[in-house]
């Protein structure tokens, strides 16, 4: 049996239809009660009641995107996109995606790059080259505060350098090795590192994209 809807709650389906079909992302709730000539709160209020006829589904207190959901129950398959945050510093004891100091966001393909809450950092060096990281380019990152050896993550040194470096843990020290040989491993102790995400690719313009 068809789900039934008022009109203005099939002037909003029918409207993140169209957006997300044209832009691949969801526009934030300002942005559809500014286009609809509605207050935020009736926005939030009609979207609330998508919701519990299960045609859209929120991301969770931290996330800004809107899922439409199919008859199948699963998120409709134009919703190909997300926008995830460059974040400008990493701040100790926070987690990643409740950083307050975002450069900006970028949106990526979900199909490609998967995972829930994902962040970018802007690689500044040429210390990685060897890995296919090149300066200028936007590390796609996993949160993550554990490591397995030789993996590619961001960690933070002593709560205010952030880095992207190869990890190795030995029995004494933690090692973060660089992918160029004109730079040398670093070692810190282990109170000294904390792990912050894994590197899972690389954004490098439009059309350049590639795991690691």
Same mark, same amino acid.
């Given at each position: ?6 009109? /203005?709650?099939? @002037? ?17 709730? %300002? ?9 935020? *709160?009736a926005v939030a209020q009609t979207l609330k009641v998508l919701e519990?006829?299960?045609?859209? #589904?929120?991301?969770?207190?931290? !996330? ?22 460059? =974040?400008?510093? =990493? *701040?100790? !004891?926070?987690? =990643? ?9 970028? $949106? ?5 790059? /998967?995972? &829930?809450?994902?962040?970018?950092? @802007? ?5 990685? +080259? ?5 300066? !200028?380019?936007?590390?796609?990152? /996993? ?9 590619? +993550? $961001? ?8 880095? +992207? #470096? %190869?990890?190795?843990? @030995?029995? &004494?020290?933690?090692?973060? #090795? ?11 102790g282990f109170d000294e590192i904390l792990v912050q995400g894994k ?5 490098? !313009? ?7």
């Open positions: 049996m068809p789900i039934q809807l008022t009109p /203005k709650q099939q @002037r909003l389906l029918d409207y993140l239809r169209e957006w997300i079909a044209r832009s691949g992302i969801s526009p934030s709730l %300002r942005q559809a009660a500014q286009d609809l000539g509605i207050s935020h *709160t519990e006829k299960g045609l859209a #589904k929120r991301e969770g207190r931290y !996330g800004r995107t809107i899922h439409l959901i199919n008859q199948a129950g699963q998120s409709a398959g134009l919703h190909r996109w997300q926008e995830v945050p460059v =974040i400008g510093r =990493i *701040t100790a !004891g926070l987690p =990643i995606y409740a950083q307050q100091e975002w450069e900006e966001s970028i $949106v990526i393909d979900a199909d490609f790059y /998967k995972g &829930d809450h994902l962040f970018a950092l @802007r690689i500044k060096g040429d210390s990685m +080259v060897n890995a296919g990281i090149l300066n !200028g380019d936007l590390a796609i990152c /996993k949160p993550r505060q554990f490591a397995s050896d030789g993996e590619i +993550v $961001v960690a933070l040194i002593r709560g205010e350098e952030a880095t +992207v #470096k %190869r990890f190795y843990a @030995r029995a &004494d020290d933690i090692v973060l #090795k660089p992918e160029n040989p004109a730079y040398e491993s670093m070692r810190y590197v899972i690719g690389i954004q490098r !313009g439009p059309d350049v994209m590639q795991r690691v």
